[in-house]
């Protein structure tokens, strides 16, 4: 399993609405902050793999203003590799 974070560059804050079929998925990027360093980005973190598809083929990602700020694998316990 995949564990991902997205950032939303530049912003303390953003709101992301995904269209999948008829349907409108929100996604909260929260946890940014300004301070005499600059800007902290807002984040987003999933282990969905649906939602980390949906998250990378949006026009958000396409254009850079949300990019994939880490990336972790981790072992799933139910695996039996």
Do not use: C
């Amino acid at each position: 399993m995949t564990i991902k974070t997205y950032a939303a560059r530049g912003l303390l804050d953003f709101r992301m609405a995904l269209k999948v079929g008829g349907a409108v998925i929100r996604i909260v990027f929260s946890g940014g902050t300004m301070g005499s360093n600059g800007v902290v980005s807002a984040k987003y973190t999933t282990e969905s793999p649906a939602i980390q598809e949906m998250i990378e083929k949006s026009p958000q990602f396409e254009s850079k203003r949300v990019y994939l700020f880490s990336e972790k694998e981790i072992k799933d316990e139910n695996s039996n590799h």
